[in-house]
T-cell receptor, first 116, second 114 residues
Framework: EAQVTQNPRYLITVTGKKLTVTCSQN?????MSWYRQDPGLGLRQIYY???????DKGDVPEGYKVSRKEKRNFPLILESPSPNQTSLYFC???????????????FGPGTRLTVL | AQKVTQAQTEISVVEKEDVTLDCVYE???????LFWYKQPPSGELVFLIR??????QNEISGRYSWNFQKSTSSFNFTITASQVVDSAVYFC???????????FGSGTKLNVKP
């Protein structure tokens, strides 16, 4: 089954304790992206990756890191989490530009993170 | 600068009513892409439609229809004869010509009551 998986789905942690949220897709997509969803703000893009070893900042990259060593994986790293990073996080992937416009993004199920 | 505005925070309708969700976008690009996503109470994000800036033709898919108007920078979404299963948060989104960045609106929560 074609899908984007995220782990963990739920995480409660404390300020300053490094954590990684994994994201994996089995559709051989080149483009992957991370978003955070907060009430009243919708989804905001954190980082995206056009391909292996190619990453760039979205709108809200502060406090986050990413890496893209393999095509299928795009982990989100919080090296020193703070309470303002408490949020619902989504990973997404999509196939390359098809000439008829950008294809849809497939979203993972979300990771609910609480930083105390 | 905000790229996508969904001014309606929450809308409540009774089943079988028609409802329109508004989306206004802002971009300087002449080529861009607009999307609608649905987020049901279970939390996943479901793709509904993509519209290219060079194609202003409106689209209908069953009870769903989309009205794209470049003159007013709007991409509105209408549900005809709403059903309880339509209850969800709906997001409008914009991707500009480089296809890298995506901008989502703040979402409109639709409550359809039986």
């Amino acid at each position: 089954e074609a899908q984007v998986t995220q782990n963990p789905r739920y995480l409660i942690t404390v300020t300053g304790k490094k954590l990684t949220v994994t994201c994996s897709q089995n559709m051989n997509h080149e483009y992957m992206s991370w978003y955070r969803q907060d009430p009243g703000l919708g989804l905001r893009q954190i980082y995206y990756s056009m391909n292996v070893e190619v990453t760039d900042k979205g709108d809200v990259p502060e406090g986050y890191k990413v890496s893209r060593k393999e095509k299928r994986n795009f982990p989100l790293i919080l090296e020193s989490p703070s309470p303002n990073q408490t949020s619902l996080y989504f990973c997404a992937s999509s196939p390359p530009f098809s000439g008829k416009g950008y294809n849809e993004q497939f979203f993972g199920p979300g990771t609910r993170l609480t930083v105390l | 600068a905000q790229k996508v505005t969904q001014a309606q925070t929450e809308i409540s309708v009774v089943e079988k009513e028609d409802v329109t969700l508004d989306c206004v976008y802002e971009t300087r690009d002449t080529t861009y892409y607009l999307f609608w996503y649905k987020q049901p109470p279970s939390g996943e994000l479901v793709f509904l439609i993509r519209r290219n800036s060079f194609d202003e033709q409106n689209e209908i898919s069953g009870r769903y229809s989309w009205n794209f108007q470049k003159s007013t920078s709007s991409f509105n979404f209408t549900i005809t004869a709403s059903q309880v299963v339509d209850s969800a948060v709906y997001f409008c989104a914009l991707s500009e010509a480089d296809f890298n960045k995506f901008y989502f609106g703040s979402g409109t929560k639709l409550n359809v009551k039986p």
